[in-house]
């Protein structure tokens, strides 16, 4: 269990790669673990694009506004959920496996927006994605030698006891 709080605690989003492909056995491993996300009523709404030529990329990049970046990356995988109810969430819940998986892999990686950005459409017509279904991010992957530090809030700020405003670490009796 510890592997796992340390690899969450350590993930940072990364935005530069090294010229190096990934192997397709580890690609379809951290799919495959997206595959494994939990999700609302089982109705596993999500597919995924997995885009690895360069061109492709570079298109996919240029179409952003803050993902221009992944015309460096090794691999884009772009995920693409069917309109179901909780399809947002979903969706989200895959996106955010596939980061882990690529970490635990030694890969890193950077979710880029999907969902609500204006580019989507443009995304779509790249990657000939139907529609009716719904872009909900896209994940460079890639190897890197980029290693950066982000301070996080204490949890002291963030977290409230059995009700807004509630120290961390209060007696619950107390509150």
Not at 101 to 111: F, V
Not at 124 to 139: F, N, Q, R, T, Y
Not at 157 to 162: L, S, W
Request: aromatic share 6%.
């Amino acid at each position: 269990m510890n592997d796992v709080l340390n690899l969450i605690k350590a993930r940072r989003s990364i935005r530069s790669y090294r010229a190096k492909p990934v192997d397709l056995k580890i690609i379809k491993e951290i799919i495959d673990c997206a595959r494994y996300t939990p999700t609302a009523r089982n109705e596993q709404p999500w597919e995924f694009v997995v885009v690895t030529q360069k061109a492709t990329l570079a298109k996919i990049a240029q179409a952003t506004d803050h993902g221009r970046f992944i015309r460096d990356a090794a691999c884009c995988v772009v995920v693409i959920c069917h309109p179901t109810k909780y399809f947002l969430e979903d969706g989200s819940a895959a996106t955010m496996n596939i980061i882990l998986a690529a970490e635990a892999t030694g890969l890193r990686s950077c979710w880029v927006a999907g969902h609500k950005k204006g580019y989507v459409d443009r995304i779509k017509a790249i990657l000939g994605v139907p529609e009716d279904l719904i872009v909900i991010s896209m994940v460079a992957l890639g190897h890197s030698d980029e290693k950066p530090s982000v301070s996080k809030k204490p949890l002291e700020e963030i977290v409230h006891m059995e009700r807004w405003g509630g120290q961390w670490g209060s007696d619950p009796e107390e509150l």
